[in-house]
């Protein structure tokens, strides 16, 4: 590669909120089911993540990695001893699906869209929060390129839960006609404190649920 990648430019950014049932659960991402017809009304469906359509490139696309270090974000108010009770706002990010276009020694325009979980505990204030999150070009297994941060702002409107669709592209410059996308990586995370680190690469987790008062069967 002839020049340094330097710049990381965000083109458009939309996002969907949709609230969830209070006893809604975090776990792995939705499998959709097959499809039945029924003469009631149809059920609503859970969130998922939205399929981007293959496109054919000069080249394959870039790889793109949640940071296991940040695909997670509990607030806690005591890290040295975790508590249920003691949960603030949590987050976790479900899913990514992404692709890539570029022709000759065009730059590389990558678009992906991020699903996140996110819940309010015990100790979270108020209904609403913004939580922040990055991305990251870097070239690959090699050194960070350019970061860009963006704000996912979120009203549970009363209920404990919810899901948050974006849909982001970027662009990728190129030194030349033969730099491929599998040139790259692309890592997201949530932008999370020392502590909030420390505690995901432990092991340690809380799902979005956690600290919510369940309805007594």
Known sequence: MRRVFTALAALSVTAALVPTAASA????QQRPGQ??????????????????SRRANA???PYVKVLYD????VELADYQRPSISGVGFTGEI??????????????IRLDFNV????????????????YRYWVAVTERNSAVLAKEYFDLPVNFEGQTTASVQQEQSIVIPRADATTAGSNFEVLIGFDVTPEMAEFNRSGSRFRVTAGQTQPNP
């Open 59 to 61: 080249g394959p696309c």
């Open 94 to 107: 479900e899913g990514v699906t992404a692709d890539c276009v570029y022709r000759e020694a065009d730059p």
């Open 115 to 130: 699903l996140f979980n996110l819940g309010k505990g015990p100790q979270a204030s108020g209904d609403a929060r913004t």
């Open 70 to 73: 940040a695909a997670r974000f």
């Open 25 to 28: 659960q975090f776990g792995g």
């Open 35 to 52: 499809q039945q017809q029924q003469q009631e009304a149809p059920q609503a469906r859970p969130m998922r993540i939205a399929p981007l």
